[in-house]
């Protein structure tokens, strides 16, 4: 759900939709208020460090401050430690910032800079301010899970040039890590060449503590007054040439931050020679291969920036803020991609520029290439940043996850259709569109309730006059094996007689302003407090109100959305908390900003997993704002989109981004969460939304119904063909998301993490893998379409998934995709499971049995998987699982199932709940001629019975015709899914 001031009075709404459609009419539809939100001119630490930037760009013979003091260097067990000095004018003390680099067992560096005097509190908090005194120093709480173990083989160099240490790691200590001392840089290589420089334009600023000298004011205290202007005088001398304007309090849209620790940025350049692509750092509208950011053709002005917000209305592409922050970037090129994570959770931005340089500068564009140079900012914290080298997008995806965590394994229905809608208003209501959904045989598996639903938007109650009886809508729900999503925020209304805000108050759980008392804002509920989840106190508190006898009407099939988590607050900065709001152990707001929503969405986590004692289920939980390691909790959508063609084709990229930076459990509202999309885009956005790893429909309590039974003949046609499609390919998806939860590879995957070696299409973001199933899709995504081009990268046939219309060679494919027509094509060379029984729910599905989908790549070969559970609980962590390879091989002419499986306790007990469910067709498609005549194949499985070892199955050759390829069928060979088994064609 969105911000809009207006939505709080219905009416308001109204007019101002009525107002943004006559706008549309005539030009670009509603906008952003950009006025709401800062640019880097108004946020003091950005100003300040690019203009920064700007003058050590113009200054010929500037020199970095910060000096490593070679006295201060330590080498042990994997860990580099100093200090390092910056220097001040002349004759000042220096200040000190301790340095370590860790070398990680996965071979991924750690650069960590601290302050000494802030480290030590040794230093003085303006005003009568609580906060800590440290620079923030617990994102890793957070965001880390593993990866850390140290690096035993990491060695220092011993010949190595004066003035520079070398450290030797990674794999083989193919990876060196070069510090040089003065200025301090670190220049990281792999395969002894440079891949990634730290300060090498010499924009490393810590911004060091140091006491507010006061101006001369009218009303002075007595006594001080001499010592101010004493101080005053110095103040100048020393300061010189710096812009202080920002660095005592900062106002903005009418509030101020009064900073009571004072400029406190941090900022780093970070290059990457010899790299043109730069993906990552969700969330934003824009392309998946970054823009660079300091004006110029092409280019944003502004830079990226990561500071969560409820931005009413997003504009396309656009480097503004979003909803959630991940500050892990990838540089790629041929045949390298290396990349950084800033774990920083302050406000940050992300200036990218992109230099030409040429061997021979007379050589044009021969032997040149291009250079990435990023300058990353942040207002307050340690600078803390991980260093991967690669060599693959696989290895990034991997160490990523290694050190934040793995997408978590969701339950099955999951990721089939979710049907939400701004609000479905009583229970008779939901009854009533679950039966419609079954009337039109649409499938679907959740409807979702949004904040309507709760009694005076006080959460954990039922409205009485709307909701009269929940329980009875759960059991019709059951029938159908469908489930239930209700929204739970982190404002909590302020009124009498609601037990909730009372705990919450009593308990001391509430975030608290600057003066340490309960901060009071404005959200959906009027005036509202803020449970604080950096506290470990309100996890346990949390967990308390979802129990089912205290969120009474609840069920097992009910499962939560935690919306404006950002946190969104109506009449705060920015839509958000003041920065100098407090949170457990005292950290400021400022600090921790962008992990406020994860630690919401955590405690709803926790809270699922013990709602009734001995039922553990996988949690289900969607949130809109989030940071790295939300991926471990649940799924994210990309907030409050519009019902345009730019926001349909923009759900792409930003979809992918997701999925390359490790949260790729991710989707973006089908239909458009604002006004009304034609009948046309509503179908097209279908047609893309079953790509999306989280897939639901969702529209603004203003709009128009629009459910897939609402639009009419043929479009009800077409978008039930679309859902039957995804849930035709529930296991691939499911197999898609076990390797995502296993490796952290991306669900949907960009071109270039497919084909990292195809340099023409790095940049291509409007087409997508799906998982490593081969298949490519490419939505259409604006009107009147009546073909799709598809970009191929390599020279594998593809076939279109519905008619195997065959499509070689790289480049540019026209792919006829009229209305009816969704573009899907298979690389040779995948196995694809599915079902094909249409049901109306996926738990109807569960035992159905399997189609195998054999598209043989150029050579006649073909390899896939399958990943099955119960789709439900966690024993899978003991094995109770299917896990498969399939193979076709052009050599011995067969197809076998192989396990994959890793034996545990409970593998025997839930193979034998799937031991009756089977495969019942297996489609080859591109089958070679020799088959032309055959009538059987020989199929034989392990533990049949001996007069069914080897029995002959019937089989079905059909030739090609023109451009389609030759396909075949073997019809029911009635093996086991969880069987190990050979169909043998010679
Ligand atoms: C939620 O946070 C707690 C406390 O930091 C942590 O122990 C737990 O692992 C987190 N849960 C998930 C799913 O990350």
Redesign the pocket.
């Known amino acids: 759900m969105i911000f809009s001031r207006a939505s709080s009075a219905p009416r308001w709404t109204g007019i101002f939709l009525l107002l943004s459609t006559l706008f549309a009419l005539f030009g670009p539809a509603v906008m952003v208020k950009h006025e709401n939100f800062k640019t880097c001119d108004q946020s003091g630490f950005c100003k300040r460090n690019r203009a920064f930037a700007d003058t050590v760009a113009s200054t010929s013979s500037w020199t970095s401050p910060y000096t490593l003091d070679p006295a201060s260097l330590k080498f042990k067990d994997g860990q580099l430690s100093g200090t390092i000095l910056k220097s001040l004018k002349d004759g000042e003390e220096k200040v000190q910032l301790p340095l370590t680099i860790t070398f990680l067992e996965s071979g991924v560096a750690r650069v960590t800079l601290d302050e000494e005097k802030r480290r030590k509190g040794d230093i003085v908090l303006r005003g009568d301010s609580k906060a800590r005194k440290e620079r923030y120093n617990e994102a890793g709480?957070?965001a880390l899970v593993g990866g850390l173990e140290t690096a035993q083989g990491a060695v220092l160099s011993e010949k190595v040039e004066e003035g520079y240490t070398k450290v030797y790691y990674g794999l083989g200590r193919l990876q060196e890590a070069i510090i040089r001392h003065s200025p301090f840089g670190i220049e990281f290589k792999r395969g002894g060449e440079t891949q990634i420089r730290f300060n090498e334009r010499g924009l490393l600023n810590m911004e060091h503590w140091r006491q507010k000298v006061e101006k001369p004011v009218e009303e002075k205290k007595e006594g001080e007054e001499e010592k101010k202007e004493e101080a005053e005088t110095e103040n100048k001398e020393e300061e010189k040439g710096e812009d202080e304007s920002t660095w005592w309090d900062e106002s903005f849209g009418g509030n101020t931050d009064t900073k009571p620790r004072g400029p406190e940025a941090v900022a780093l350049d970070i290059s990457f020679p010899g790299y043109e692509h730069v993906f990552g750092i969700p969330e934003h509208a824009t392309r998946l291969s970054l823009k660079t950011t300091r004006g110029g053709e092409g280019s944003y002005n502004e830079p990226y920036r990561l500071y969560n917000a409820d931005v009413f209305e997003y504009e396309m592409d656009s480097p503004m803020t979003l909803y959630g922050s991940i500050p892990f970037m990838q540089a790629h090129k041929k045949g390298s991609t290396v990349g950084v994570f800033w774990m920083n959770a302050a406000e940050t931005w992300v200036d990218i520029i992109k230099s030409k340089s040429s061997a021979n500068p007379l050589s044009l564009g021969i032997g040149g290439h291009t250079d990435t140079k990023t300058h990353w900012i942040s207002e307050s914290g340690l600078l803390d940043v991980f260093v991967f080298l690669g060599p693959t997008p696989q290895d990034l995806t991997r160490q990523y996850g290694e050190l934040t965590g793995y997408t978590a394994m969701p339950q099955s229905f999951a990721i089939a259709y979710h049907q939400c809608r701004w609000n479905y208003v009583t229970d008779e209501d939901v009854k009533d569109v679950d039966r419609k959904f079954d009337k039109f045989k649409i499938p679907y598996d959740v409807i979702w309730l949004d904040i309507e639903y709760t009694h005076e938007k006080k959460y954990f109650t039922w409205d009485p006059l709307t909701f009269v009886n929940p329980q009875k809508m759960h059991k019709h729900l059951e029938k159908r094996d469908r489930k239930l999503v209700a929204i739970i925020d982190p404002h909590i209304k302020n009124t009498d007689n609601y037990p909730v805000v009372d705990e919450l108050k009593k308990k001391g759980l509430a975030v608290k302003n600057k003066e340490g008392n309960d901060y009071e804002g404005w959200c959906w509920p009027g005036s509202s407090y803020w449970i604080d989840c950096f506290n470990?106190a309100s996890?346990t508190w949390w967990k308390s109100l979802f129990k089912y006898d205290s969120f009474k009407g609840t069920g097992p099939n009910t499962f939560i959305w935690n919306d404006m988590n950002e946190p969104s607050v109506f009449n705060g900065p920015e839509t958000t908390m003041p920065k100098d709001n407090l949170h457990f152990g005292n950290w400021e707001h400022r600090d921790v900003h962008n992990l406020n929503g994860m630690t919401f969405h955590?405690a709803t986590?926790?809270a699922m997993l013990e709602r009734k004692k001995g039922e553990i289920r996988r949690p289900f939980v969607l949130t809109r704002s989030f940071y790295s390691?939300s991926q471990?909790?649940g799924a994210m959508w990309t907030g409050d989109n519009l019902a345009e063609w730019s926001h349909l084709e923009a759900s792409i990229p930003m979809v992918l981004n997701q999925g390359i930076s490790g949260f790729p459990f991710a989707g973006a509202d089908v239909g458009g969460f604002f006004g009304n999309p034609s009948k046309e885009l509503l179908t097209r956005w279908y047609q893309a939304g079953i790509y999306y790893p989280f897939f639901r429909g969702h529209a603004h309590i203003d709009t128009r119904r629009r459910e897939p039974y609402i639009p009419g003949s043929p479009y009800i046609e077409i978008i039930t063909q679309a859902l039957r499609l995804r849930y035709q390919l529930l296991p691939a998806w499911y197999t898609a998301f076990h390797e995502a939860a296993t490796t952290g590879a991306p669900i949907v995957r960009p071109n270039f993490y497919v084909h990292p070696g195809d340099e023409k299409g790095f940049a291509v973001d409007d087409q997508l893998y799906i998982g490593s199933t081969g298949l490519l899709a490419k939505p259409v995504t604006s009107e009147g379409k009546e073909s799709v081009d598809v970009y191929i990268a390599d020279d594998q046939p593809y076939f279109d998934y519905f008619d195997y219309t065959t499509y070689q060679g790289a480049g540019h494919h026209t792919v006829p995709a009229a209305l009816e027509k969704i573009p899907l094509v298979m690389q040779g060379g995948h196995v694809i499971p599915r079902r094909d029984r249409p049901r109306r729910s996926s738990g109807l599905m569960k035992f159905d049995p399997f189609t195998l989908i054999v598209v043989l790549d150029k050579d006649g070969n073909a390899e896939g998987s399958i990943y099955l559970d119960d789709g439900e609980t966690f024993d899978y962590k003991q094995g109770a699982y299917i896990h498969r390879r399939f193979s076709f091989s052009a050599q011995y002419k067969s197809l076998s199932s192989s396990s994959l499986n890793t034996k545990g306790a409970k593998t025997d007990s839930y193979a034998k709940t799937m031991s009756k469910v089977r495969v019942e067709k297996v489609i080859i498609v591109n089958a070679p001629k020799e088959w032309k005549d055959k009538k059987h194949v020989v199929v034989s499985e392990e533990g049949a019975k001996e007069s069914a070892r080897r029995k002959k199955v019937e089989f079905k050759y059909h030739e090609a015709q023109g451009k389609k390829a030759a396909w075949a069928v073997v019809r029911d060979p009635k093996v086991g899914i969880g069987r190990g088994w050979k169909v043998d064609f010679s």
């Open positions: 709480n957070w470990p996890i955590n986590y926790e390691g471990r909790i």
